[in-house]
Every structure is written in structure tokens, then in C-alpha cells.
């Protein structure tokens, strides 16, 4: 009885459980969670922002949620369609669970992840849509298991790797969409296996190797797109095989080879494009069949010959682009009465000759572009043929005469581009007559004559472009009228007068271009209008008078450039606005100064050559983009703030011809970005900070002419990206550092009037960039110069003059070819010099006691000039030391001949005669003389020829030799 008490609850739950079941649908026994379980799970992987979900309630029929159709059962769905519902998120694994699913579209979503390789399990699916997310990974292999699937499109993602090797065995497959991934691989030979494909689309991706011949097998195949990816070899002449495609896109792949002329059977053919491969020869006669041809392009290629389509045979043809190709000839018959085409595109390719007047057989056309070609000759009067014409692009051609007044009759125009051509003459002024006229480019020609007033009357003009011309006369004072200009480019002409201040009510202007003129007057006060403008320059004319206070409404203005006039004032109307990048006011008469109201936006800032006052603004250091302050040549005092330590972006930082003060501070090693740093002739004083070694970008360094002192740092040696180092004019002392040898792209070295001593370091003769100079004059440096300076074989001058610089010119100095200038003249050298030498001035080697040979006297004629001071002293004392023995040879002999006159006298007393001794007398007086005479050449300080030992030499043989005369006689 307790047995059976305790299993009753058992049975009870049994027998409940069997009445709800129905033991007709054995099936059903074992009960299974049904789809809305499994979507509600989705759902809860899914961040819903839009709340696109929000229906998906579990109380609720799932048939009635959100993007989900049913099956007739209720109980399974056969659609679910999410596209554009803002969803986050991966794709669930239980979207496998959805059994009967024959749909799935979750396309332009956000979802992330990959695809799940469950996916493979819902065999009934026929169209997965995933297109449009930022879904990565690989595509599963599973997806070959849907073998009922006839849409498969999950481009416009980042999936990647190969996806096309399993693809034949889809045989139900009708729209393949992988475009836009980062895919890579070829096309199998068993796509030709999806005879019901109807689209491929393949574009932008990285699919590479040859088209397979077997996609002829697609027959059914409408659309195949390729476009953008790196497929080579020639186009296969089997896709002439597809008989109902419709497009063809390969554009901007690698194919090349001839195009096959099979295409031309591709009779639905309507959009062909194969621009941008490397296609060559002739395009195929052929190509005239595809009668329903609206949209060719075949350019960027390499094409050539002459141009065979004819529209007599492409009615349809609409669009046609050959661009950038090397065609030389366009067929007379390209155009016929009742033509389709409507945009013909030439440009750069090899069409030479005059303007094709078969063109103006053309009444459809809208858009013309023969640009980049070297057409020549007149524009044809019977230009205005083409009616319907919008976009004449005639540009980078050789056109010459002048512009036809027919181009009034054009009414259509909206766009002329006639630039970089050889264009004369005026501008006729039927061109005011072109109502829809918005751009008009005429630079870079040679053009004259004033703007016709006639042109004001063009009322849609956005774009006028002069430059380059030989326009004078006035801006015509009607300019205002164009109420809709937006940019007015008139820079490099010859206009003159001032500029009308109507053209400040062209309130739509953004770029105002004046400059290169000879424009004189002042800125109209109207320019304070034009709230648009971002861009005006003026300069290079000869305006004058102060910036107009009303400039400071202009808050958009971004680059302002005034320089090179004859501006005065203030310039703190341009202090307000705080778009402002680029300023450039350098030479003109400003005074004042300089606001600290200054735009912190700034990249450019130029003020040089003016008349400004005061110091430099601590704000500056609030420009963290400043790329370039130049400051030079003004009045400015002070001292450079600490605070400017915070232009961190700087990379040029002129202030020369300044009279700023104080110690160059050490925050400039903070500035990294510096490449040049300009702070020469000011006062400056103390030493060179080490610091300065650490703006490691640094190309030029010029401190010229200030007063500082002390050594030059070691720590300059780091700017190893150095090219101009300028220190001369200050008062550095101590050596030259070593390490300067580590400035390795050094071309331009000048350490000249300091007070620097030592040795020339050796090491300089590492700094084979040297070109420009290398000045070490002025200073007080010693010893030899060092054999290594013949290294630098780029030097065009050297100068070390001026120096204690002894000893030989190193032979090594011969080897600089590229010298042209040399100084060494104001030192201690000696010895001969070099033949190379022979060219340069005297006065480059002048003040070196001991040089000698051409351009200085022989070195057979100054040899004393060439030894040393202690070489001289000796030769003096042995001088000496011979004279004084040759005079007591001299008196010696001088006793023995008056001993023997003595007995001749008295001999001759004897007889009556004295002829002896007027003879003896002029012996004695000449040999006197001689002495008298090379004493005095040899010791006159006075003068600056120096007596060679040789002639000493001469004198005392000749007086030796009179006395052996003398004896004998």
C-alpha cells in the first residue's frame, strides 16, 4: 500500500503528460524548442540602438515581429529580413537553428565578427545577404553546403582570404555580390559551372591571375564586374560566348594584349568599360556591331591609331572615353545627324593638327574634352555649331589667335577651359551674353587687351581664372554684378588703376587673387563685406595706405597675403579673425606693434621688412601649429620670452636685423621640429647654449653678428642634418670643437672675425658636402694647416686669412678642383707655392713672409724670403763672421800692397812719376762702395723687396775679382 501510495504523483504526471500529447504525429512525442526560442536568443546577442527588436516579445506570435515571415505552420520562419536596422554585434551561431530559413538579410547593418560556419546547416536557404557590415574573417567552407542557394551577397566588408575555390559547386547560384572586400586568389575554371549566374560582381578586391576562358560556361551571365583589382593577361575572346551580358566592367586591372574583336558579338551589350589596364593596338573595327552600346570607356591604356567607331553604326552610343590613350586621328564620320552622343572624351592623347571641325557635326554633344593634346591653329568660327554644348575643355593644347565672338552664340556654355595654350588677342565681349556661363579659364596664355565691362553681364560666373596673361587696363568697376563669383584669380597681369570697390558686394567670394600686378590706391573698406572669403593675396603691386578696419568682420579669412607693397599702419585689423593660417606682410611700411590678438591658428606668420616696434608677444607661445615666424629685419627689442618655449611645431624661426638683446635662451633645444634658426644681427650675448644641439633637424644655423661669446659647444656636432652653420662677427673664443665633424651634409661653414685660436681641427676634412665656404678668417688661429682640408674636393672658397698660420701649404690643396676663390693672405706661411695657385690674385697670399713662386716673386729670386726667423739669424752671424775674416784678408793685403807701393814710391821718387796711386785709390773707392751698397739693400726695413743672397753673393765676387785685377796689374 506505501509502494503504491508513493508512486502515484509519478503516475499522475505520466497521464497528464500523454492527454496533451497527439500519438497520431509520433514525431512529436520527444517536444523540441520551436523558432521563436531561437530568435529571442538572437536577439539577445544583438545591441538593437534602434530598438528594430523591440516587437521580439515572448508573449507575443513571433509571426508578427519585426522582419520575420512564417511558415504556414506557424512555427517556423522562412524569411527574416533586418537590412538597415542599425544593428550591432556578431552573427549568431543559432541563426543555424532557423531550419526552414530560405532568406536571411542582414545587410547594412554595423554587425562585426565572422560568419559562423553553422551557417552551412540551413540547407533550404536561397538568399544570404550580409552585405554592407564590417563583418571579418574568412568565408567559411560550409557555405558550399547550400546547395539551394541562388543569392549570395556579402561584399562591402572586411573579410579577406580566398573565397571563389568551392564556388562551382553553387549550380543554383544567380547573383554572386563579393565586391569591396580584401579577397584575394583567382577564378576557378569551374565558375563555368553556374550556368544560371546572372551577376558577378567582383570589383574591388585583390583577385589576381588570368580570366578563365570557362566563365563562357556562365551563359546566362548579365552583369560581370571586375573592376579594381589585379587580374592580368589579355581579356579571353570566350566571354564573346555570353550572349546575354549586358555589362562588362574590367576596368583598372593589369589585362593587356590586344582587346579581342570576339567582344563585338556581345549584341546586349550596353555599358563597356576597360579603362585604366594596359590594352594596346588598335581598338577592333569590330566593336561597330554592338549596336546597343550607350557607355565605352576604354581609356588609360595604350592604345594608338586612329580612332575607328563610328556612330553611324553605335546610334545608341552616349557616352565615349578614350582618354590618356596614344590615338593620333579622329574618323570623319564619328558624328551623324540625329546622333545619341552626348560626352566625348579625348583628352591626352597624340591628336595633333588643327581643331577637328568634324566635331562641330556633333549637335548632341554636351561635353567636349579635347584637353592635353597639341591641337593648333584657330579656334573655327563655326564653333557655335555645337548648340547643345555645356563643357568645352580645350586646355594644355597648342591653340593660337584669337577666341571667335561666335562663342557668345553658345548658349548652353556653363564651363571653358582654354588654359596653357597660345591664345592672343582680347577677349570679345559677346562672351557677356553667355548667361549660364560659371567658369571661365583662360590662364597661362597671351592674352592682352583690358577685360571687356561686357563680362560683368555673365551673372552666373563662380570661377574666373586670368593668370598669366598680358591683361592691362582696369578691373572694370561693374565687377560687382557677379553676385555669384566665388573665386576671381587675376594674378600676373599687367592691370593697373585701383581696385573698384564694387567688388566687395561680390559677397559670395572666397578667393581673391590680385597679385603680381601693378595695381596702386588703397583696399577698399568694401572688402569688409565679403564674409565668405578665406583667401586673398595683393601682393607685388604698389598699394598703399593702411589695412582697412572694416577687414576685422571678415572671420573666415584663412590666407592673407600683402607683401611686397607700400602698405602702412597697423596691422591689427587682421588680428580678429581665428581662421587665420597664413599671413605674409613682408616689405611693406607697417608700424607699430605686433598685436597679441594674433589667430593661435596660425602656421604661416610673416612680418619682415617692416617698421615694427616692440617685443614678440609672449601669446605666440599659443600657437601650437606655427610652422614658420618670420620676424627679421624690423625694430623689435627685448628679450626672447620662456614662454615661446610652446611653439613646439616650429621649423623656421627668423628674427635678423632686429635689435633684440639677452642670452639666446635654452628653450629653443625644446624645439625638435626646427630647421632653421635665424637670429644674426641683433645683440645678443652670453654663450651658445648646448641645448641648441638638441634640434636635431636643424638645417641652417646663422647667429651671426651679434656679441656672444665663449666657446662654441661641442654639443653642435649632433646636428648631423646640418647644411649652413653662420657664427662669424661675435666674440667666440677657445677651439673649434672636433665633433663638427659629425655635421656631415655641412655645405656652408663660417666661423670668421672671432677671437677662436688653436689648431684647425683635422677633422673638418671629413665634411666632404663642403661646398659653398669654409671661413675660419679673422680669428687667431695656429699651427699648420691640416693636410685633410684636401679632402673637401666640392669647395668653391676657402678663406683662412688672417690668422697665425704657419708652415707649408699642404700639397693636398691641390687636389680641390672645384676651388675658385681662395684666401690664405695674413699668416706665418712659407714656402713655394703650389702650380695649382698659379690662377688665383696676389692678394689671396699676401703678409706671408715666406711664400714664394707664381703670383708671388720666384723663389730663385727671394730664397731668404723662404727661412725661418732662426735660419736668418744664423745666416746673419755667419755673414758677419765671413766679413769680418775677408776684412782682415782685406787689410792683410791692403798692408802688403802699401808695402810695396812704399818701395815703388820710393822708386818712382827716385824716377819722378805717382801713377800707381790714382789707380790704387779707385780700387779702394769701388770696393767701398760695393760694401756700402749691399749693406744698405739687405738691412732697409723700410722696404719691401728683400735682397736675395745671390746678389750678395754677386757683389762680393765682383769686389774678390778687382782686387785679382788689381794684384795682377
Not at 195 to 219: A, R, W, Y
Not at 365 to 372: N, T, V
Not at 497 to 508: A, D, E, F, V
Amino acid at each position: 500500500m506505501t509502494t503504491t501510495l508513493q508512486l502515484w504523483p509519478l503516475i499522475l504526471s505520466l497521464t497528464i503528460l500523454i492527454s496533451f500529447l497527439d500519438l497520431d504525429h509520433p514525431s512529436l512525442v520527444y517536444a523540441t524548442p520551436d523558432d521563436s526560442h531561437w530568435l529571442l536568443e538572437i536577439k539577445s546577442e544583438f545591441i538593437d540602438p534602434l530598438g528594430a527588436l523591440n516587437s521580439w516579445l515572448q508573449k507575443t506570435s513571433m509571426c508578427t515581429w519585426n522582419g520575420i515571415t512564417c511558415a504556414d505552420d506557424k512555427n517556423h520562419i522562412l524569411s527574416l529580413n533586418l537590412s538597415n536596422s542599425g544593428l550591432n554585434g556578431p552573427i549568431s551561431p543559432h541563426f543555424s537553428k532557423l531550419s526552414f530559413l530560405e532568406t536571411l538579410d542582414l545587410s547594412l547593418n554595423s554587425l562585426s565578427g565572422p560568419i559562423p560556419p553553422d551557417i552551412g546547416n540551413l540547407i533550404n536557404l536561397k538568399e544570404l545577404l550580409l552585405f554592407s557590415n564590417s563583418i571579418s574573417g574568412t568565408v567559411p567552407p560550409q557555405i558550399a553546403l547550400l546547395k539551394q542557394l541562388q543569392v549570395l551577397r556579402i561584399g562591402d566588408n572586411l573579410l579577406t582570404g580566398q573565397v571563389l575555390q568551392n564556388i562551382g559547386v553553387l549550380s543554383e547560384l544567380r547573383v554572386l555580390g563579393l565586391a569591396y572586400c580584401n579577397f584575394n586568389g583567382s577564378i576557378p575554371k569551374e565558375i563555368g559551372n553556374l550556368k544560371n549566374l546572372m551577376s558577378l560582381d567582383l570589383q574591388h578586391n585583390s583577385f589576381d591571375g588570368v580570366i578563365p576562358e570557362e566563365i563562357s560556361g556562365c551563359t546566362g551571365l548579365r552583369n560581370f564586374a571586375a573592376s579594381n583589382n589585379r587580374f592580368g593577361g589579355g581579356i579571353p575572346a570566350s566571354i564573346g560566348l555570353l550572349p546575354s551580358l549586358q555589362i562588362l566592367n574590367l576596368a583598372n586591372n593589369s589585362l593587356s594584349e590586344a582587346i579581342p574583336p570576339e567582344l563585338s558579338h556581345l549584341s546586349n551589350l550596353k555599358y563597356l568599360n576597360l579603362q585604366g589596364n594596359e590594352l594596346g593596338g588598335e581598338i577592333p573595327v569590330e566593336l561597330n556591331r554592338l549596336v546597343h552600346l550607350e557607355i565605352l570607356d576604354l581609356s588609360r591604356n595604350n592604345l594608338s591609331g586612329n580612332i575607328t567607331l563610328l556612330n553611324t553604326n553605335l546610334r545608341n552610343l552616349e557616352v565615349l572615353v578614350l582618354s590618356e590613350n596614344f590615338f593620333t586621328g579622329i574618323p570623319s564620320n564619328l558624328c551623324i545627324r540625329n546622333s545619341s552622343l552626348r560626352q566625348l572624351f579625348l583628352a591626352d592623347n597624340n591628336i595633333a593638327g588643327g581643331f577637328p571641325v568634324q566635331l562641330l557635326n556633333c549637335s548632341s554633344l554636351h561635353q567636349l574634352d579635347l584637353s592635353g593634346n597639341t591641337i593648333g591653329g584657330a579656334l573655327p568660327p563655326g564653333i557655335d555649331k555645337m548648340q547643345s554644348l555645356t563643357d568645352l575643355l580645350l586646355n594644355n593644347n597648342s591653340f593660337t589667335g584669337n577666341i571667335p565672338p561666335q562663342i557668345g552664340n553658345m548658349s548652353n556654355l556653363n564651363t571653358i577651359f582654354l588654359f596653357a595654350n597660345m591664345i592672343t588677342g582680347r577677349i570679345p565681349p559677346e562672351i557677356g551674353k553667355l548667361q549660364q556661363l560659371t567658369a571661365l579659364y583662360l590662364y597661362d596664355n597671351q592674352m592682352s587687351g583690358s577685360i571687356p565691362r561686357e563680362l560683368t553681364n555673365c551673372s552666373s560666373l563662380a570661377d574666373l581664372d586670368f593668370f598669366g596673361n598680358r591683361f592691362s587696363g582696369s578691373i572694370p568697376p561693374t565687377i560687382g554684378k557677379l553676385k555669384n563669383l566665388v573665386n576671381l584669380l587675376l594674378r600676373q597681369n599687367e592691370l593697373s588703376g585701383t581696385i573698384p570697390s564694387s567688388l566687395g558686394y561680390c559677397r559670395k567670394l572666397q578667393r581673391l587673387v590680385l597679385a603680381d600686378n601693378k595695381l596702386s590706391g588703397s583696399i577698399p573698406s568694401t572688402f569688409g563685406f565679403l564674409s565668405e572669403l578665406f583667401l586673398i593675396t595683393l601682393y607685388n603691386n604698389s598699394l598703399s595706405g593702411p589695412i582697412p578696419e572694416s577687414l576685422h568682420h571678415l572671420k573666415n579669412l584663412s590666407i592673407v597675403n600683402f607683401s611686397h607693397n607700400r602698405l602702412s599702419g597697423s596691422i591689427a585689423p587682421l588680428s580678429v579673425s581665428n581662421s587665420l593660417t597664413k599671413l605674409d606682410l613682408t616689405n611693406n611700411s607697417f608700424s607699430g606693434s605686433i598685436p597679441s590678438t594674433l589667430s593661435t591658428n596660425l602656421i604661416r606668420l610673416r612680418l619682415a621688412h617692416n617698421s615694427l616696434t616692440g617685443s614678440i608677444p609672449l601669446q605666440f607661445s599659443q600657437m601650437k601649429q606655427l610652422q614658420l615666424l618670420d620676424l627679421s629685419f624690423n625694430n623689435l627689442t627685448g628679450q626672447l620670452g620662456t614662454d615661446l618655449s610652446g611653439l613646439t611645431s616650429l621649423e623656421h624661426f627668423l628674427l635678423s636685423n632686429n635689435q633684440l638683446s639677452g642670452p639666446i635662451p635654452v628653450w629653443l633645444g625644446s624645439i625638435t621640429e626646427l630647421g632653421e634658426l635665424d637670429l644674426s644681427s641683433n645683440s645678443f650675448s652670453a654663450n651658445i647654449p648646448p641645448e641648441i644641439g638638441n634640434c636635431s633637424k636643424l638645417l641652417k644655423l646663422s647667429l651671426r653678428s651679434n656679441m656672444l661669446s665663449g666657446p662654441i659647444p661641442p654639443e653642435i656636432g649632433k646636428l648631423n642634418l646640418l647644411n649652413v652653420l653662420n657664427l662669424e662677427r661675435n666674440n667666440l673664443s677657445g677651439g673649434i670643437p672636433p665633433t663638427i665633424q659629425q655635421c656631415r651634409k655641412l655645405y656652408e661653414l663660417r666661423l670668421s672675425e672671432n677671437a677662436l685660436s688653436g689648431a684647425i681641427p683635422p677633422e673638418i676634412g671629413t665634411l666632404g658636402e663642403l661646398q659653398v665656404l669654409l671661413d675660419l678668417s679673422f680669428n687667431q688661429l695656429s699651427d699648420e694647416i691640416p693636410s685633410s682640408l684636401g679632402n673637401l674636393m666640392k669647395l668653391e672658397r676657402l678663406n683662412l686669412s688672417f690668422n697665425h698660420l704657419e708652415g707649408e701649404i699642404p700639397t693636398s690643396l691641390g687636389k680641390l678642383s672645384s676651388l675658385h676663390r681662395l684666401n690664405l693672405s695674413g699668416n706665418h706661411l712659407r714656402g713655394q707655392l703650389l702650380s695649382k695657385f698659379e690662377g688665383f690674385p696676389l692678394t689671396s697670399f699676401l703678409g706671408n713672409d715666406g711664400l714664394c713662386g707664381p703670383p708671388l716673386a720666384n723663389c730663385s729670386e727671394s730664397s731668404l724670403r723662404a727661412l725661418t726667423e732662426s735660419q736668418i739669424a744664423g745666416i746673419i752671424v755667419a755673414i758677419v763672421f765671413t766679413s769680418t775674416l775677408i776684412c782682415l784678408f782685406l787689410m792683410y793685403i791692403m798692408l802688403r800692397i802699401w808695402w810695396n807701393w812704399r818701395k815703388v814710391a820710393v822708386s818712382c821718387s827716385e824716377k819722378g812719376g805717382f801713377e800707381g796711386k790714382k789707380g790704387g785709390e779707385e780700387d779702394w773707392v769701388y770696393g767701398e762702395e760695393i760694401v756700402k751698397s749691399s749693406d744698405h739693400q739687405f738691412w732697409n726695413s723700410n722696404s719691401m723687396a728683400l735682397v736675395t743672397s745671390q746678389s750678395k753673393q754677386i757683389s762680393d765676387t765682383t769686389r774678390i775679382l778687382q782686387f785679382k785685377l788689381s794684384a795682377k796689374k
